[in-house]
């Protein structure tokens, strides 16, 4: 019997057999067509009608690689790479290539849905835009006159074009409480190094000797190019040591992998600076002339020996003081990797100060196989003038910690603040694409603030958890079907990006911009002033100063000045730092009472009969957002449980049993994985399951959530989440 994929399916017949108008709404109703384009992969014509390639930029995460929508009658039937953007090296991973299942997602979000039952039943009723832009609004000025517009928190996701006019949202509708993404993974990182160089530099991988990573699991944790160039290096000279409690994909490529206890990656960075200075292998003239605070660093790390250390972190004295003497000679082409993050503790901005400081004494700043700052490609800056509002107070966590970026908070201070309802109420979330509710540690804590919200409003392309607990979904339109801002993206070797329609927004989707314009145009005049341009009008000012850039995006999908990077740019100029140099010793951090040289802190024991919780990425999820698109759902179908064979023969556990993990915040069951990949005294699991949204078919009831499970103790300094400091027991299910 035929499929309805094995006759000719013009989009128009398409469109209409999948906007079939319904009086109540449930989740788990879908279009027929849309589900058999998704099973079998036939969304295209036969193969005899013409082609048109479009370029455009991936928007499966935040590398924003170069991509060819190959569009045939209307339908987007394959995505290739573009070899002009060098950022990615002319390559696509497994999630670039699956972005066409999300066009094509049963599960997307066709129209706008306005809740009908309790929150997390599932009950909606299609509304059109009209009806449900006008109760966003509503309660969103309800909201700000009863508990000034400091009542209604915006919370986003990191790295999206459209991100911008989210922002300038909250600005013009007078919240001072915005929260982004990096609170959970980069503040610290941002921080750490900032307060050393004045910036956060991009590491050259391609061209270093030698690398040290410590947890940055770049083969799986994409981030381009470095994961690509990771494994390129110069002339075969490379040398990898990669520290890290898993055996991850970028252990097996590593020369030397080294099983680090969970917290003691500052214990062995300040032995390796130890052994540096001490040993006169360190930059002297480097530190002389470009640097603050050596004095002060040769007392300092005088108790932290590579003996000392390796009681610490059980790597051997005799490994660290030859990793420590190989790296000093490698240099200035050496590099400690700082990734994203790796050991996840409340000392991490700290750990990243001991990083930045490790790589300043071997003077490798600003060289070729060392640490460069990023440049950038200048594009006109938007410019709206926000109104002002005399009764809106300041930001909700504000104070909580020593150095918080105000526009991405903290989200576990910020939330506690919020269940407290001190300093003032916050009543109101209006999210765009920033899935909270499996993000944010301790979910039981998210679900309590969300449960005393008056209103919730989630724009987002999927139902995820956050929106399936939403008053108010909109369905924004996919990467691939609307006209973005140009986004100028710094590194090595910076580049403007380029995204644009590859085919008409499918259903009822609609794009950001568009849904803050008609969001603005209720509030009032004064706000919709700041929102009446259109997206052309925008991209056209961003390059005002440089009409080339939009001819070479339109012509070549991309936008650079040089293929190659520019080294020794901030030579004979000063840094972003109080003293314009390198800062060893921070003046700034201690005016601030805090550490101004690294002190290192052993972690808490693991207690008998509990693990040490860890998390980590795959390369084909991004974060939670991609679990549920089938071509990667059907790689990793679920998650699991890792426990080293020892300790499962010790509980009397077998790999595949089903196991309960119990945490002080919560417990969540999933199969158990017995591997040797893993410390005896060490858990892991994938992040992105267990899922409380039935709204995502694919990952509904598989698995475990982490957020479930992990504790959100914070780094003092930069309010960033500390994601390894949980301890969790294993029962059979």
């Not at 036969?46 to 935040?62: A, W, Y």
């Not at 960075?269 to 040993?279: D, K, P, S, Y």
């Not at 300041?394 to 903290?410: F, N």
């Not at 009831?701 to 309010?719: F, M």
Request: proline share 6%; aromatic share 8%.
């Amino acid at each position: 019997m035929s499929g309805p994929t094995e006759k000719k399916l013009s989009r128009r017949r398409f469109l209409g057999l999948s906007s079939c108008a319904l009086a109540t709404v449930t989740v788990g109703s879908q279009v027929k067509v849309l589900r058999a384009l998704a099973k079998t992969g036939e969304v295209g014509e036969p193969t005899t009608l013409p082609t048109k390639d479009i370029f455009t930029s991936c928007g499966m995460c935040v590398n924003k690689c170069g991509v060819i929508a190959r569009v045939r009658d209307g339908v987007i039937f394959k995505l290739d790479p573009n070899p002009n953007f060098v950022k990615s090296r002319a390559m696509l991973c497994a999630r670039g290539n699956s972005g066409t299942k999300v066009v094509y997602d049963p599960d997307r979000l066709k129209y706008p849905l306005i809740r009908v039952g309790k929150r997390g039943e599932g009950k909606w009723r299609r509304a059109s835009w009209e009806e449900a832009l006008d109760l966003v609004a509503k309660n969103m000025n309800e909201i700000g006159e009863k508990y000034t517009r400091a009542g209604m928190m915006f919370a986003s996701t990191e790295g999206t074009f459209q991100e911008h006019f989210f922002l300038q949202l909250a600005e013009c509708y007078g919240s001072p409480n915005t929260l982004r993404h990096p609170s959970l993974c980069l503040s610290s990182n941002i921080q750490g190094f900032g307060a050393t160089y004045g910036t956060n530099p991009t590491p050259d991988v391609l061209n270093a000797d030698y690398i040290i990573m410590s947890g940055a699991n770049r083969s799986e944790a994409l981030i381009t190019p470095d994961s690509i160039d990771m494994l390129k290096g110069d002339g075969g000279r490379r040398k990898l040591i990669y520290l890290d409690p898993r055996f991850t994909k970028t252990a097996a490529k590593a020369d030397e992998w080294y099983p680090i206890k969970p917290g003691t990656d500052m214990a062995f960075i300040l032995a390796m600076i130890n052994v540096i200075v001490n040993e006169g292998l360190h930059a002297r003239d480097f530190i002389k002339t470009q640097t603050v605070g050596f004095d002060q660093l040769i007392p300092h790390i005088a108790p932290y020996t590579p003996e000392w250390a390796s009681a610490e972190c059980d790597i051997p004295a005799a490994d660290i003081r030859r990793i420590a003497r190989e790296f000093a000679a490698a240099a200035p082409k050496a590099v400690y990797y700082q990734g994203r993050r790796s050991s996840f503790f409340a000392n991490d901005t700290q750990m990243r100060r001991a990083m930045a400081i490790l790589n300043a004494v071997i003077g490798n700043w600003d060289v070729k196989g060392g640490l460069v700052p990023n440049s950038s490609i200048k594009l006109t800056a938007h410019e709206y003038i926000a109104p002002w509002y005399d009764d809106v107070p300041m930001r909700l966590e504000d104070g909580a910690v020593a150095y918080l970026a105000e526009k991405d908070g903290s989200w576990p201070l910020f939330r506690d603040r919020v269940l407290e309802g001190k300093p003032y109420p916050v009543k109101g979330m209006m999210i765009y694409k920033q899935n909270v509710v499996s993000s944010v540690p301790n979910r039981a804590k998210t679900l309590k603030m969300m449960d005393q919200m008056d209103f919730i409003c989630t724009i987002d392309i999927t139902m995820s958890d956050t929106a399936w607990l939403s008053d108010v979904v909109l369905p924004e339109a996919t990467y691939l079907e609307r006209q973005d801002p140009l986004e100028g993206l710094g590194g090595l070797v910076p580049v403007v990006a380029f995204r644009q329609p590859c085919i008409e927004a499918m259903f009822e989707s609609k794009p950001n911009l568009w849904i803050m314009q008609q969001i603005a145009k209720r509030l009032g005049d004064e706000v919709y002033e700041q929102f009446d341009f259109t997206i052309d009008e925008h991209i056209h000012h961003q390059v005002k100063n440089n009409p080339k850039i939009l001819e070479d995006l339109k012509s070549k999908g991309v936008y650079l000045e040089s293929e190659e990077p520019v080294y020794g740019k901030t030579f004979g100029k000063k840094l972003k730092t109080k003293s314009g140099k390198i800062e060893i010793y921070s003046e700034k951090y201690a005016e601030k009472g805090l550490d101004p040289l690294p002190v290192y802190q052993s972690p808490t024991a693991v207690p008998g009969g509990k693990y040490r919780l860890v998390v980590g990425r795959h390369a084909y999820f991004t974060h939670g957002t991609t679990a549920n698109v089938s071509y990667l759902h059907d790689i990793m179908p679920t998650n699991t449980l890792w426990l080293n064979p020892v300790e499962a023969q010790r509980l009397g556990l077998k790999n595949g049993q089903m196991v309960r993990v119990k945490s002080s915040v919560g417990e969540e069951q999933l199969a158990l994985e017995v591997t040797q990949k893993i410390r005896p005294d060490t858990v892991y699991m994938a992040h992105g399951f267990g899922v409380i949204s039935k709204g995502l078919t694919n990952i509904y009831g598989k698995g475990g959530c982490d957020a479930a499970l992990i504790e959100e103790n914070t780094c003092p300094i930069s309010g960033n989440v500390a994601m390894h400091e949980t301890f969790v027991e294993i029962f059979p299910a």
